[in-house]
């Protein structure tokens, strides 16, 4: 099967600026969640998706978004860019679980899209 | 709230020497933990797992990881290191008692294997 693909690779913004970023899960994966990996605050949980419903919530600002659709494929979005969000962006993929508690399965990761924000 | 400790930001080993990479955890209910490596400008890449059963889990690339519950550990290990280890690891956990796939990831171990 194929892995996780992201895209762009990378992106350079400028401050106030938004950006959107892509996700394409391993074909049957139906859970995405996305990551945040900076050197001053190592990797954080932003959020994740099932179903195209939002299952999980990390400690972001509003200003990161994201969404489902119905093929699984996932998109986050950052409005309104500041320095501090320059970071790796990281897009995980896992199983096919259905519903019940917390999934056995393991998250499979992409490449990662590296966001520069001048 | 779950939480991971990885107490050495770097480890030195020698290729051929055992090497082992400490993780320590803290969940509410049973842990489900994980180890990942990355390497540079690269996403990570999933070693192994823990959810249930023998207390040593085997993985990819040789490596292997203990969970012992009393001392909520879960150090990665391999008997012979090579140079091409030399990566960024990472333990991370997942709290089993709640929904979801929640990772939570500690500070990260750059090892280092050299000749």
């Known amino acids: 099967k194929a892995g996780v693909t992201q895209t762009p690779r990378y992106l350079i913004k400028t401050r106030g600026q938004q950006v959107t970023l892509s996700c394409s899960p391993i074909s049957g994966h139906r859970s995405v969640s996305w990551y945040q990996q900076t050197p001053g605050q190592g990797l954080q949980f932003l959020f994740e998706?099932?179903?195209?419903?939002?299952?999980n919530k990390g400690n972001f600002p509003g200003r990161f978004s994201g969404r489902q659709f119905s093929n699984s494929r996932s998109e986050m979005n950052v409005s309104t860019l500041e320095l501090g969000d320059s970071a790796l962006y990281l897009c995980?993929?896992?199983?096919?679980?259905?519903?019940?508690?917390?999934?056995?399965?393991?998250?499979?990761f992409g490449p990662g899209t590296r966001l520069t924000v001048l | 709230a779950q939480s991971v400790a990885q107490p050495e930001d770097q480890v030195n080993v020698a290729e051929g020497n055992p090497l082992t990479v400490k993780c320590t955890y803290s969940?509410?209910?049973?842990?489900?933990l994980f180890w990942y490596v990355q390497y540079p400008n690269r996403g990570l890449q999933f070693l192994l797992k823990y959810i249930t059963g023998d207390n040593l889990v085997k993985g990819s690339y040789g490596f292997e990881a203990e969970f012992n519950k009393s001392q909520t550990s879960f150090h990665l290990k391999k008997p012979s290191a090579l140079v091409s280890d030399s990566a960024l690891y990472f333990c991370a956990v997942r709290d089993g008692a709640g929904g979801g796939n929640k990772l939570t990831f500690g500070t990260g171990t750059q090892l280092k294997v050299e000749l």
């Open positions: 969940v509410s209910g049973n842990p489900y």
């Open positions: 995980a993929s896992s199983g096919t679980r259905t519903s019940g508690p917390a999934s056995t399965d393991t998250q499979y």
């Open positions: 998706y099932f179903s195209e419903t939002q299952r």
